[in-house]
């Protein structure tokens, strides 16, 4: 940290990092209410674009961790931004929950079928054969194609789920049309989240459990790269990448003291 100047904001990813299959990491809730009350800015990222931010609060209350709504950014979050920098007052026939669509219509966006700038692919519980079949049609009659991320799979107590990047790989073999994936391990993620809160990456650290999306692309946007290992990672993988994490810790409990 002393080769760095001092950090005055963060962004931490949540699923590995400050929850794990629904609970809190040991130490979560003491991390998150050191830095509320630091005054620090700070930002929650999550590549799930089913949940509003508001959702997603309720849901990590519930797991013991008070994070305020506006304090919380998602890839449907950021997608919105994305748009609406490229084509402010577009429209978009959207695949996903309501995550997405209120982000798309807080932004000005217009949701439908009939010609729409855009097909924005997302995360959905219950994804349409319908839908993706009228997404393939879309496209083929030169609609733009956005997903969220490109996670291939989601968890669920029954076991693996196909989730965006699955279903996005599917109308890409059907099209040809590769989408533009707005999430993580693209680093607009990340520096969207900074735009947010208005922080610079020279004095902001980013917090993740993965390698291949959390780090590569916190490191891709300038930032202070810290990855612990109470999610997917163990420390003997570390090496197999030919990037490395600036800092690496057991957990966010080891995080405290340096904020």
């Known amino acids: 940290m002393t080769q760095r100047k001092r950090i005055d904001s963060w962004l931490s990813d949540m699923d590995g990092v400050l929850v794990h299959e629904g609970r809190p990491v040991p130490g979560a809730a003491e991390f998150i209410k050191k830095l509320s009350e630091s005054g620090k800015k700070f930002r929650v990222l999550t590549n799930n674009s089913i949940y509003t931010q508001r ?7 519930g797991a013991g961790l008070t994070v305020p709504a506006e304090s919380i950014w998602t890839s449907a979050l950021a997608t919105a931004q994305f748009l ?11 695949i996903g929950e309501a995550g997405l669509t209120t982000a798309l219509h807080e932004v000005g966006y217009i949701l439908t ?21 009228r997404a393939i049609r879309l496209i083929e009659n030169g609609a733009r194609f956005i ?3 490109p996670d291939p799979i989601g968890p669920s107590t029954e076991g693996s789920l196909p989730a965006c990047g699955a ?18 391990p693209n680093p607009r993620m990340m520096r969207s989240a900074l735009n947010d809160i208005e922080a610079h990456s020279e004095t902001t650290a980013m917090i993740g459990d993965r ?30 990448y030919p990037y490395r994490p600036s800092l690496i810790v057991e957990s966010v409990a080891d995080l405290i003291d340096l904020i």
């Open 55 to 61: 959702d997603l609060s309720v849901r990590l209350a």
């Open 84 to 94: 609406d920098d490229q084509r402010p007052g577009g429209s978009a026939y959207v």
């Open 113 to 133: 079928d009939l010609d729409p700038d855009y097909v924005v692919l997302g995360e959905t519980r219950t994804y349409s054969f319908t839908q993706i079949t």
């Open 147 to 149: 997903a969220t991320n």
């Open 167 to 184: 279903v996005a790989a599917l109308i890409t073999k059907a099209t040809g049309v590769a989408p533009y994936f707005v999430g993580k």
């Open 211 to 240: 390698m291949d999306t959390d780090i590569v692309s916190g490191m891709e946007a300038g930032l202070y790269t810290i990855l612990v290992l109470t999610g997917v990672m163990q420390r003997e993988q570390i090496d197999r």
